[in-house]
């Protein structure tokens, strides 16, 4: 029984000098006393994002215009933009009753078509994709040929954006 004293003690005591001695230490108290400098707490500087340069643009992150890619793989297509917001189409998005948001869009795939003319909208299929869902990546499965790719945004309701658009050739072959 004594010896269960002892143990309780010892934790007893070991508590009672490093919780006080971790608490000073931990709070900045380790020196200095009353004597110390008060600290002036410097003002947050508020952070601004960067300001957009240059003019919005989107582009082929992969592949690249004149690319010659291998039969024996699929074509993985990525897409990129600057300067402008990619977003999803808002869920529960009725285009008869919402207006489409400003400065935003999302991705339109076009295989062997050139980019359409400003407010044009979209067309589903006849040899383009809609990334609605706000992606940037797609894995194209085509036979070997020269193909014409075409890089278009569209707003909510999927109209083309003044100047957002580009054109690459690639050329999937055999024995590459």
């Known amino acids: 029984m004594r010896t269960d004293l002892l143990r309780v003690n010892w934790k007893v005591m070991a508590c009672l000098v490093l919780v006080p001695a971790l608490a000073v230490f931990g709070c900045g108290g380790g020196g200095g006393g009353m004597e110390a400098e008060p600290e002036v707490a410097e003002e947050p500087m508020e952070e601004e994002a960067p300001a957009p340069s240059g003019p919005p643009r989107v582009f082929f992150v992969a592949p ?5 890619i291998s039969s024996d793989h699929d074509v993985e297509v990525e897409f990129g933009a600057e300067n402008f917001m990619i977003a999803a189409i808002p869920e529960g998005f009725d285009p008869e009753a919402d207006a489409p948001r400003a400065d935003v869009g999302h991705y ?4 062997d078509t050139g980019c359409l003319p400003a407010g044009e909208i979209i067309p589903e299929g006849q040899g383009w994709v809609h990334f609605g869902d706000g992606s940037n990546v797609f894995t194209l499965q085509v036979e070997p040929a020269a ?3 075409t890089l278009q945004i569209g707003d909510d309701l999927h109209r083309t954006q003044e100047g957002l658009c580009e054109t690459i050739s690639i050329e999937v072959a055999d024995g590459i």
Request: glycine share 16%.
């Open 64 to 68: 690249l215009d004149g690319d010659q």
């Open 108 to 111: 339109h795939l076009g295989v």
């Open 147 to 149: 193909y014409e790719l």
